[in-house]
Nanobody
Framework: QVQLVESGGGTVQAGESLRLSCAAS????????MTWHRQAPGKWRELVAL???????HYPDPGKGRFTISRDNAKDTIHLEIHSLKSEDTGVYYC??????????WGQGTQVTVSS
């Protein structure tokens, strides 16, 4: 069982940057896949960034070019950096992982609000 706790959200001005963190309850080196999703009000939850245990990354259209996912193995933490924030980036950002057994886990999310 993997527990995930997101942090780093808040209200920021458009054009600024934000760094989100996801603390895992066990070594992230034991995980197959780590992702960040987001969900805006009235919209489906969508994938914005993915990294596997080899360090390979993938960015779908929503975050491509402005989002960066990374790992800190020493702290068992997954990060998401968002640059040049836009109003449409507003939403709840969720950390998600898949372990070696194929089980999937989600955090409770952290709110990001972009204002101007």
């Amino acid at each position: 069982q993997v527990q995930l706790v997101e942090s780093g959200g808040g209200t920021v001005q458009a054009g600024e940057s934000l760094r989100l963190s996801c603390a895992a309850s066990q070594s992230i080196g034991s995980l197959k896949i780590m992702t960040w999703h987001r969900q805006a009000p009235g919209k489906w939850r969508e994938l914005v960034a993915l990294i596997n245990n080899n360090g390979d990354t993938h960015y779908p259209d929503p975050g491509k070019g402005r989002f960066t996912i990374s790992r800190d193995n020493a702290k068992d933490t997954i990060h998401l950096e968002i640059h040049s924030l836009k109003s449409e980036d507003t939403g709840v950002y969720y950390c998600n992982v898949v372990d070696r057994a194929g089980s999937e886990y989600w955090g409770q999310g952290t709110q990001v609000t972009v204002s101007s």
